[in-house]
């Protein structure tokens, strides 16, 4: 189909040509018996609702506006036309291997409204997609088939400017490393100017403990694991069982959040290296490669994880990198590569992706595609049991499913890295800099630290966070109701607002941080000065810096995501946790706070708001007999919303933090106000202890 859809835009492409003849005008001036019926034929042929259609692509000005002028009206090409059906066959294929997806009744509402080319429905689709299932879900759902509806929606939309990079995906154009027109990098250039760095560092105590002591690919992989996203690459000296040293290249992927400025693996360098071979992070690797002194012509493997694997793939496509080492193998997980190609044609090459998984998507090769540029590389498209996003992305499911759900592929990958089995001899760390810009969160975050160990590993405190959401909800709630949910102490009683006392409902998502991206739901008290309380101690401390504040809120109940931060709060902080998936979504002025296990969701239209001071907190814990105090400062842009039209539901769980809000009377109950901030960064201090 999509080869009879390129034949039609051929004879549409030579169509157009000929009505913008000069000859063919002349002629018809002058013979206007015949030439003027026959441009007209012509023009019938390329515009009338059976035609062909113009093709926009030519290079003359008229031709253009002919086809942009057929398309905002409404009618496309007939060549388009065509190859939308290819790629509504594409879809078709998907949803066999993907029966959820025709299950689902939003995921059918928005394929369907984007095959028919309905805006409107299309937008009200994907947004009731977004408010039922959550963005993660949302886009999890929609990895297998987001080329294609990409394509359809490229090519039928009115701006005809699209429909480049429509063809391109329909096509596998986007597939090869060549630059797709209508594809603007430029902006890319313009943000990525560092010049890249590599610093030799030493790896840790528990990550020395850690590390795979023998060569092998599930090995490499939980090496990647390991250095996690903080802007570091590993260099490993293999001896291969027939004696000869090999060298080993593990490249981690891209830090979550927003665009760093320390480390040339954030969203900015992920998105040049997908369309460019040059980069921060190529260029700090190259200079890791040359420090650690692997000889010319020796045998190197690349492995890398999400950007990683981008970074290796284009030094695999490096000339130059492939005269100076003797490139072997090549290994991408969840890597968007289809667009890459080594230069040495002996390099083995792999790519290994799961279905739900969007980031390989990024690339234009869908899970429909008909089309296989590389035909020569061994590649593992599968559909894992994990399907939200982005925890399909991790490197840590993907080790798991190498394990249980494709071992076969694992073994392959093995059998073919067999020269790099064996012992290590040597490694070394390099932490991966952009010299051309100050550290992440300069100033703010520049602070010194010291090692607290924690059940999950060791924690540097204060815990930074570089980029964060947050929504706080306050409601007025019954006196002693509170007080029974605070510790047994006499001098710790809740502060009061009239005759109710306050309580702060927060959701947070925390997309990079020192312990990892996490989101957390907590539900704390605000309680009085535990000496001497006094009345109004809340307003007056308000005009108090952090460190002199007497009053704080105690946390009463906190679910976090990973278990890294629940070893965090329970024994840096002093906070009971548990563990469960947690949604956090602020679109616009609508807000969406939720946790799976417990059953509790704050939904609703956030109202006007106004700009306020940062949102600093001193918190409370309890460790054994002991109150800890926790400075919390932040930066950002807070805004307040006094009137919300906010609700909170708590499901009949029996779950502490659903059980410790029933208590409070906060089921079906509407906050007083709601404080939001969309992007801010904060640190945590370590809890001091009180009394």
Same mark, same amino acid.
């Given at each position: 189909?999509?080869?009879?859809?390129?034949?039609?835009?051929?004879?549409?492409?030579?169509?157009?040509?000929?009505?913008?003849?000069?000859?063919?005008?002349?002629?018809?001036?002058?013979?206007?018996?015949?030439?003027?019926?026959?441009?007209?034929?012509?023009?019938?042929?390329?515009?009338?609702?059976?035609?062909?259609?113009?093709?926009?692509?030519?290079?003359?000005?008229?031709?253009?506006?002919?086809?942009?002028?057929?398309?905002?009206? !409404?009618?496309?090409?007939?060549?388009?036309?065509?190859?939308?059906?290819?790629?509504?066959?594409?879809?078709?294929?998907?949803?066999?291997?993907? /029966?959820?997806?025709?299950?689902?009744?939003?995921?059918?509402?928005?394929?369907?409204?984007?095959?028919?080319?309905?805006?409107?429905?299309?937008?009200?689709?994907?947004?009731?997609?977004?408010?039922?299932?959550?963005?993660?879900?949302?886009?999890?759902?929609?990895?297998?088939?987001?080329?294609?509806?990409?394509?359809?929606?490229?090519? @039928?939309?009115?701006?005809?400017?699209?429909?480049?990079?429509?063809?391109?995906?329909?096509?596998?154009?986007?597939?090869?490393?060549? /630059?797709?027109? !209508?594809?603007?990098?430029?902006?890319?250039?313009?943000?990525?100017?560092?010049?890249?760095?590599?610093?030799?560092?030493?790896?840790?105590?528990?990550?020395?403990?850690? @590390?795979?002591?023998?060569?092998?690919?599930?090995?490499?992989?939980?090496?990647?694991?390991?250095?996690?996203?903080?802007?570091?690459?590993?260099?490993?000296?293999?001896?291969?069982?027939?004696?000869?040293?090999?060298?080993?290249?593990?490249?981690?992927?891209?830090?979550?959040?927003?665009?760093?400025?320390?480390?040339?693996?954030?969203?900015?360098?992920?998105?040049?290296?997908?369309?460019?071979?040059?980069?921060?992070?190529?260029?700090?690797?190259?200079?890791?490669?040359?420090?650690?002194?692997?000889?010319? !012509?020796?045998?190197?493997?690349? #492995?890398?994880?999400?950007?990683?694997?981008?970074?290796?793939?284009?030094?695999?496509?490096?000339?130059?990198?492939?005269?100076?080492?003797?490139?072997?193998?090549?290994?991408?997980?969840?890597?968007?590569?289809?667009?890459?190609?080594?230069?040495?044609?002996?390099?083995?090459?792999?790519? #290994?992706?799961?279905?739900?998984?969007?980031?390989?998507?990024?690339?234009?090769?869908?899970?429909?595609?008909?089309?296989? /540029?590389?035909?020569?590389?061994?590649?593992?498209?599968?559909?894992?049991?994990?399907?939200?996003?982005?925890?399909?992305?991790?490197?840590?499911?993907?080790?798991?499913?190498?394990?249980?759900?494709?071992?076969?592929?694992?073994?392959?990958?093995?059998?073919?890295?067999?020269?790099?089995?064996?012992?290590?001899?040597?490694?070394?760390?390099?932490?991966?800099?952009?010299?051309?810009?100050?550290?992440?969160?300069?100033?703010?975050?520049?602070?010194?630290?010291?090692?607290?160990?924690?059940?999950?590993?060791?924690?540097?405190?204060?815990?930074?966070?570089?980029?964060?959401?947050?929504?706080?909800?306050?409601?007025?709630?019954?006196?002693?109701?509170?007080?029974?949910?605070?510790?047994?102490?006499?001098?710790?009683?809740?502060?009061?607002?009239?005759?109710?006392?306050?309580?702060?409902?927060?959701?947070?998502?925390?997309?990079?941080?020192?312990?990892?991206?996490?989101?957390?739901?907590?539900?704390?008290?605000?309680?009085?000065?535990?000496?001497?309380?006094?009345?109004?101690?809340?307003?007056?401390?308000?005009?108090?810096?952090?460190?002199?504040?007497?009053?704080?809120?105690?946390?009463?109940?906190?679910?976090?995501?990973?278990?890294?931060?629940?070893?965090?709060?329970?024994? #840096?902080?002093?906070?009971?946790?548990?563990?469960?998936?947690?949604?956090?979504?602020?679109?616009?002025?609508?807000?969406?706070?939720?946790?799976?296990?417990?059953?509790?969701?704050?939904?609703?239209?956030?109202?006007?708001?106004?700009?306020?001071?940062?949102?600093?907190?001193?918190?409370?814990?309890?460790?054994?007999?002991?109150?800890?105090? #926790?400075?919390?400062?932040?930066?950002?842009?807070?805004?307040?919303?006094?009137?919300?039209?906010?609700?909170?539901?708590?499901?009949?769980?029996?779950?502490?933090?659903?059980?410790?809000?029933?208590?409070?009377?906060?089921?079906?109950?509407? /906050?007083?106000?709601?404080?939001?901030?969309?992007?801010?960064?904060?640190?945590?201090?370590?809890?001091?202890?009180?009394?």
């Amino acid at each position: 189909m999509v080869a009879v859809a390129e034949g039609i835009r051929e004879v549409s492409a030579r169509t157009t040509a000929v009505l913008l003849d000069g000859e063919f005008r002349a002629a018809a001036r002058r013979r206007p018996r015949t030439g003027l019926p026959a441009q007209w034929a012509t023009l019938r042929v390329l515009t009338g609702r059976q035609g062909l259609g113009c093709a926009i692509t030519a290079d003359r000005g008229v031709g253009r506006r002919l086809g942009q002028g057929g398309e905002i009206l !409404g009618r496309e090409s007939l060549a388009a036309l065509v190859a939308v059906t290819s790629l509504r066959l594409r879809i078709g294929a998907v949803v066999l291997d993907h /029966p959820e997806l025709a299950r689902h009744p939003g995921m059918r509402r928005l394929m369907d409204a984007v095959t028919a080319d309905r805006d409107l429905a299309s937008l009200r689709a994907l947004r009731a997609l977004f408010k039922d299932q959550g963005a993660q879900q949302a886009l999890s759902a929609l990895a297998p088939v987001m080329a294609e509806l990409l394509a359809i929606r490229a090519l @039928l939309d009115e701006d005809p400017m699209n429909d480049e990079t429509g063809w391109a995906l329909a096509t596998g154009r986007m597939l090869s490393a060549d /630059p797709i027109k !209508g594809i603007n990098t430029s902006y890319v250039c313009e943000l990525d100017r560092g010049e890249g760095a590599a610093d030799p560092v030493e790896l840790t105590e528990h990550e020395l403990q850690r @590390l795979s002591g023998q060569g092998s690919f599930l090995g490499f992989l939980r090496n990647i694991d390991l250095l996690s996203t903080d802007g570091r690459v590993l260099l490993q000296d293999v001896r291969g069982p027939d004696g000869v040293v090999r060298h080993v290249l593990h490249a981690p992927g891209m830090a979550p959040g927003r665009p760093r400025n320390d480390s040339p693996q954030d969203f900015v360098g992920a998105w040049r290296n997908l369309f460019m071979t040059d980069s921060p992070y190529t260029r700090a690797i190259l200079l890791a490669v040359a420090h650690y002194g692997i000889p010319r !012509g020796a045998d190197v493997a690349l #492995i890398g994880h999400s950007e990683g694997g981008i970074a290796v793939m284009n030094l695999a496509q490096s000339e130059e990198f492939s005269r100076a080492y003797r490139v072997t193998h090549a290994v991408a997980v969840g890597s968007p590569v289809d667009n890459k190609k080594p230069a040495d044609p002996r390099t083995w090459a792999a790519t #290994i992706t799961n279905q739900h998984d969007i980031v390989p998507v990024l690339d234009g090769r869908g899970a429909g595609t008909a089309f296989d /540029p590389h035909p020569d590389w061994y590649e593992v498209d599968y559909t894992g049991p994990t399907h939200e996003f982005p925890l399909s992305h991790m490197l840590g499911t993907y080790i798991e499913d190498l394990e249980k759900v494709i071992p076969d592929a694992a073994r392959h990958v093995d059998e073919a890295l067999a020269p790099y089995r064996g012992e290590v001899l040597r490694t070394q760390c390099y932490q991966l800099r952009d010299r051309a810009n100050p550290p992440q969160g300069y100033p703010f975050l520049t602070v010194p630290t010291a090692p607290v160990t924690t059940s999950a590993g060791p924690v540097d405190t204060p815990v930074r966070y570089y980029d964060s959401t947050a929504a706080h909800a306050f409601f007025t709630v019954d006196a002693d109701a509170a007080r029974s949910l605070l510790p047994d102490v006499t001098w710790m009683v809740p502060a009061r607002l009239g005759r109710r006392a306050l309580a702060v409902l927060s959701g947070y998502e925390h997309r990079c941080t020192t312990i990892g991206p996490y989101s957390e739901i907590s539900l704390s008290l605000i309680v009085n000065d535990l000496w001497r309380p006094k009345p109004y101690d809340l307003a007056l401390d308000l005009m108090r810096r952090t460190d002199l504040r007497r009053t704080g809120r105690y946390v009463v109940g906190l679910t976090v995501s990973t278990e890294e931060a629940r070893a965090a709060a329970e024994e #840096i902080w002093g906070q009971r946790a548990s563990v469960s998936p947690v949604d956090v979504d602020l679109l616009g002025r609508d807000i969406g706070v939720g946790a799976q296990e417990p059953g509790i969701r704050l939904t609703g239209e956030l109202g006007p708001g106004t700009r306020c001071p940062d949102a600093d907190w001193a918190l409370y814990g309890r460790r054994g007999e002991r109150t800890l105090r #926790i400075q919390v400062r932040s930066h950002g842009r807070p805004r307040i919303h006094p009137a919300p039209r906010v609700r909170l539901e708590v499901g009949t769980r029996a779950h502490p933090l659903a059980e410790q809000l029933r208590r409070l009377g906060l089921d079906s109950a509407r /906050p007083r106000s709601v404080l939001t901030s969309h992007a801010f960064m904060s640190h945590r201090s370590a809890g001091a202890e009180l009394r």
